[in-house]
């Protein structure tokens, strides 16, 4: 019975091919065809073409039984089952004479090319990879005409224009290719200034904050007017806005040990706790997060956090916070805990010391380790006064806890020393009384 082959069009012009002529003109054989203006070019092999056409679902029937990936070499047993050359030769070569399927003996170990199927995932493959190759074209130029449109338009016509953009950016990676590739990094910068409107604002930052930014693109963007034109957006904007302000200043700011200064700004730090206590976007809690966390790590600008009543908030919000956004406020906690002001912010927080005790031994070693520091930090403030709040909400059995496990040593004498100094004020029987220890802890 013949099988169907399918025909695909070449595009660009090009005329349509049935696989046949394709394979008899030498177009499928050894490569993937690729269209450049209706001229058909051998050009990529077909585990090649895989690899940049990525995860797609492929037909059943080109998919090996023993890999479960698809076949570019497909031959068939005699019991009529196909795989790929080099997974049945390794299974033959593991001492196995049956078929991989169907577990029959094999009354014949030679083994067949199945030309008529490597034909046809050659012909499905191609088609794919032209459509790909069409789209990405496509894409490309529709960024270029886009960023002309940028140069020549204002108003609401270039609020739509770089809405356009921005979608195209968020899911093309060629459309990133093509933006930085012609100059629309710097394009893009000029249109954050002083007089910008938040709208245009917003789109600008939702495009940049997708791009791989070199180290003249972030200088740009560090101007003083336009950070202070990215805080006033992050503070007005949707939560979407928001998160992209943080991301693209989070983005400006990696791996640079000066220039901090231009996030100091009051205005900055109040929109990011506002953020952060958002609890009903985890997302923006977490761009909240990782940009206080990059600021805490200064000591320069310690103090303006601090300043602003950040402490009480942070420890407030520990009870809602997943664990990664968990482990972000705890090291932002512990960096400011190396303040005077700090700590005693910390120690004038009636949550600070039940909370820190909750999370010791409960979510990772981690925020097992933070939670110790900033306990450390409080009760050397006021050991009397502390030690008994702490002993109040059982940190006795926690640090014990600590000290029984698999931590790491320093954890541990942490944990030691700190049982010691909530210890100092109590005689033995009556400190083992208000612990609530069960026998073997005793």
Known sequence: MPMYLPSFDVG?????????????????????VVVHGGVLEKKLSLKKMMEELGSIEVPSVFICPISLEPMQDPVTLCTGQTYERSNILK??????????????????????????????????FSQKYLAMKKRSEDVQGRVLEILETLKKVKGETRVQALKELRQVVSTHDSAKKTVMDNSGV????????????????????????????????????MQPNRISLMVDTLNEGSIDTKINCTRLLEMLMEGKDSEWEVLSSLSLLVGLLR??????????????????????????????????????QLVEVLPNLNPECLELALVILEALSTLPEGALALMGCCSTIPNM????????????????????????????????????????????LVIQSGCNPVLKQRSAELLKLCSLNYSETIFISKCKLTKTMQ
Not at 106 to 117: F, G
Not at 289 to 295: A, E, G, M, N, Q
Not at 301 to 311: D, E, F, T, Y
Not at 382 to 388: F, G, T, Y
């Open 91 to 124: 299974w033959f070569s593991l001492g196995h004479f049956t078929c991989p399927t169907t577990m029959q003996e094999l009354w014949d170990d030679s083994i067949t090319p199945n030309s008529t199927l490597h034909q046809l995932i050659y012909s499905w």
């Open 357 to 400: 005790v909750k999370l010791l031994m409960k979510v990772s070693e981690g925020c097992t380790q933070f939670a110790l520091s900033i306990l450390w930090a409080v009760c050397k403030l006021a050991p009397e006064k502390c030690s008994s709040v702490a002993v109040e909400a059982g940190i006795a059995a926690k640090l014990l």
């Open 275 to 312: 953020l952060i206590r958002d609890k009903r976007h985890p997302n923006g809690v977490l761009s909240g997060l990782r940009l206080l966390k990059l600021i805490s790590l200064h000591e320069s600008l310690r103090n303006s956090i601090v300043g602003i009543g950040a402490i009480p």
């Open 12 to 32: 660009g012009g090009g005329q349509v091919l049935d696989l046949e002529t394709a394979v008899k003109d030498g177009i499928l054989g050894g490569g993937v």
């Open 186 to 221: 710097s394009l893009i910068t000029s249109l954050l200034g002083p007089f910008t409107k938040h709208v245009v604002a917003s789109e600008a930052i939702g495009i940049l904050v997708h791009l791989n930014l070199n180290s003249d693109g972030k200088a740009n963007l």
